[in-house]
């Protein structure tokens, strides 16, 4: 096994500075490598939409396609969270008093076309004080982007010209 040497640095230093230094810097790797997973597995499904596709358009199929509806919306019209419904059968029927319930966060972002959607289902469980976050269930995101793309294709045939025109 090979030892991590330091360079030599100004005058000689003692066994245990350097133990002490590259004890530093596996640490400082291993906390940078954590940080890099983290961030990695925090997000849920990213959608790219097509570029004729208004922004009214995709806001109008994400509320159709939210289980149970949309229980709140962003001042700028681009987050949507929905009601509470069951992980299981996701019909979209109330789960807000039951032990196991999910809701969807769906984010439009971009400034112009083609927006993305990231669409996040999160779990969550009744503990005693309330409920607690369960953690990111994929399928169900997965589940609900199929909804929208579905949505979005459907709305392709029924779009008039004269709606999506803006002169300014």
């Known amino acids: 096994m090979t030892r991590f040497r330091m360079p030599k640095l100004a005058g000689r230093m003692s066994h245990l500075t350097r133990e002490l230094a590259s004890s530093l810097v596996i640490l400082a790797t291993a906390l940078v490598l954590t940080a890099w997973l983290s961030t990695g597995c925090a997000s849920g499904v990213t959608i790219r939409?097509?570029?004729?596709?208004?922004?009214?358009?995709?806001?109008?199929?994400?509320?159709?396609?939210?289980?149970?509806?949309?229980?709140?919306?962003?001042?700028?019209?681009r987050e949507f969270f929905s009601n509470y419904?069951?992980?299981?059968?996701?019909?979209?029927?109330?789960?807000?008093?039951?032990?196991?319930?999910?809701?969807?966060?769906?984010?439009?972002?971009?400034?112009g076309r083609p927006y993305r959607t990231e669409i996040r289902v999160y779990r969550e469980r009744k503990t005693n004080s309330g409920y607690n976050r369960a953690g990111l269930d994929k399928?169900?995101?997965?589940?609900?982007?199929?909804?929208?793309?579905?949505g979005l294709v459907k709305s392709r045939g029924e779009r008039?010209?004269?709606?999506?025109?803006?002169p300014f």
């Not at 008039?160 to 803006?166: A, G, K, P, T, Y």
């Open 49 to 77: 939409n097509n570029p004729n596709t208004s922004l009214n358009t995709l806001q109008f199929v994400i509320t159709q396609a939210l289980p149970g509806g949309v229980r709140v919306k962003s001042q700028n019209q």
């Open 85 to 111: 419904f069951s992980p299981d059968d996701g019909a979209g029927q109330d789960a807000s008093p039951k032990r196991e319930r999910a809701y969807a966060h769906v984010t439009i972002l971009g400034d």
């Open 139 to 150: 399928n169900l995101s997965r589940e609900i982007a199929a909804r929208i793309q579905d």
């Open 160 to 166: 008039n010209v004269i709606d999506d025109f803006r």
